[in-house]
């Protein structure tokens, strides 16, 4: 058994390595969506005044389901074009890589949304919408990091980026610094900032490399 197992092993290491520039083109279109609907979801929740920590849960819950599902139809549509299989041996390495963080951030989501909350009291804005969205960024940075084992070196950069931001948020947040935009300001700008304008700033600095690539 063990020998098969290396032989795979060696085997799914090759054909990441071989695919690395098809999933580097695939990524500039999937970054660019997400980065356009994190912005515009951001806006349209500020501008429905989507404060309610329920309701703020249950927003970008749905929101984040959007997403996944707009990545899930962008990459199908990138391998088909490349005449690539969809879900081979690479991409269910990938997508186990990636499962446990997310997996984590959703059932917290959930169980905030929809339980009685925490011990001592109902979901209060200042736990919902400001420290909830650092832990989902932090976990979302650690998915792309382990992502990037398995891809372009830059989305372990890039992974590494946005847990740095969630802990530098949360410590100019624990000493007061953001008490002038109050829960419902924070909650809805750092998620517009983080997956909406981050994501777009790095899709697009792939799309012109990736372009650059392909002149040389």
């Known amino acids: 058994m063990e020998p ?18 098809v999933y580097r083109r695939a990524l500039a279109p999937v970054m660019t969506a997400n980065g356009v609907l ?3 979801a951001a ?3 500020l ?11 249950g927003y970008w819950m749905a929101v ?22 969809f879900w081979s041996p690479p991409t269910r390495r990938v997508a186990q890589a990636l499962l446990p963080p997310l997996f ?3 059932v917290l989501g959930l169980l905030l949304g929809l339980g009685q909350g925490i011990p001592g009291g109902a979901p209060g804005a200042a736990l919902c919408l400001f420290w909830l969205p650092l832990v989902w960024i932090a976990l979302y940075g650690c998915c792309l990091h382990a992502a ?4 372009p070196r830059g989305m372990k950069v890039f992974g590494w980026a946005l847990v ?53």
């Open 4 to 21: 098969d197992w290396a032989a795979e092993h060696l085997q799914v290491i090759r054909t990441l390595m071989e695919r690395s520039a």
């Open 43 to 45: 806006a349209a929740g």
């Open 148 to 151: 990037g084992s398995f891809m």
């Open 47 to 57: 501008t429905a005044r989507v404060e309610g920590p329920r309701a703020f849960i």
């Open 164 to 216: 740095l931001a969630s802990s530098i948020f949360g410590a100019l947040g624990a000493f007061g610094l953001f008490d002038w935009a109050g829960p419902f300001l924070f909650g809805h700008g750092v998620m517009g900032l983080v997956f909406g304008l981050a994501h777009l700033a790095y899709g697009i600095y792939l799309y012109f490399t990736e372009r650059r690539g392909n002149e040389a």
């Open 64 to 85: 984040a389901l959007a997403g996944v599902a707009g990545s899930f139809l962008l990459a199908r549509r990138q391998a088909l074009k490349d005449a690539e299989p």
């Open 104 to 106: 984590f951030g959703f």
């Open 38 to 40: 994190g912005t515009l």
